[in-house]
């Protein structure tokens, strides 16, 4: 998993492999394997391509630990779609404005498929493209959730600490208000 990460981590779209051609060595820190394999993977799923590491590496630590261990089979079998599902739901965002490629954040995958999601709601396009958004990063946090293995004790921790992290920012931004305004 942190090989495939670095590999994406360090892509740079110049980088000599399937799709570019240059006498140039490559950037990529894993040189020039890492270059060929990150950017077809780039081009396909953009920024959610970093999922597959990220769930490789996940159950590494699951497997480490002893953790969810008996649901790796049964879990694992929907890291693609999260990962599908996730292109999709990226490809609904804007690119930055150094973003160079010619397809958004989802990769070309994302981008085709969230046009053809988009176009399919019987919905006027602007609210089209904020209910397709909004269902698919719902659906993407379900499917990346389940395709990690957590469960429902581990829903609840997770839960837990969102909750905490919010209530403690907006009494940290609460108490910064009232000191300034005194």
Same mark, same amino acid.
């Given at each position: 998993?942190?090989?495939l990460g670095t590999m994406l981590a360090t892509y740079n779209p110049a980088d000599p492999s399937l799709f570019t051609a240059t006498d140039a060595p490559p950037t990529n820190a894993m040189g020039l394997l890492g270059a060929s394999i990150a950017d077809p993977l780039h081009r396909a799923l953009g920024?959610?391509?970093?999922? $597959?590491?990220?769930?490789? $590496?996940?159950?590494?630590i699951r497997l480490i630990l002893?953790?969810?261990?008996?649901? $790796?089979?049964?879990?694992?079998?929907?890291?693609? $779609?999260?990962?599908?599902?996730g292109a999709v739901f990226a490809a609904g965002h804007i690119p930055f404005d150094n973003w160079v490629h010619g397809y958004g954040l989802g990769g070309m995958f994302g981008d085709?498929?969230?046009?053809?999601?988009?176009?399919?709601?019987?919905?006027?396009?602007?609210?089209?493209?904020?209910?397709?958004?909004?269902f698919l990063g719902i659906l993407w946090v379900l499917l990346?959730?389940?395709?990690l293995g957590v469960n429902a004790r581990e829903a609840g921790h997770i839960s837990w600490f969102l909750m905490y992290g919010v209530v403690t920012t907006f009494q940290g931004i609460t108490g910064l208000i009232g000191a300034t305004v005194s």
């Open positions: 998993g942190a090989v920024w959610a391509g970093y999922g $597959i590491p990220a769930a490789l $590496i996940v159950w590494g002893h953790r969810g261990q008996e649901r $790796i089979l049964s879990r694992l079998v929907l890291t693609p $779609i999260a990962v599908a599902v085709n498929l969230y046009l053809s999601v988009v176009l399919s709601t019987p919905l006027p396009p602007s609210l089209a493209f904020l209910v397709s958004t909004l990346s959730a389940a395709s």
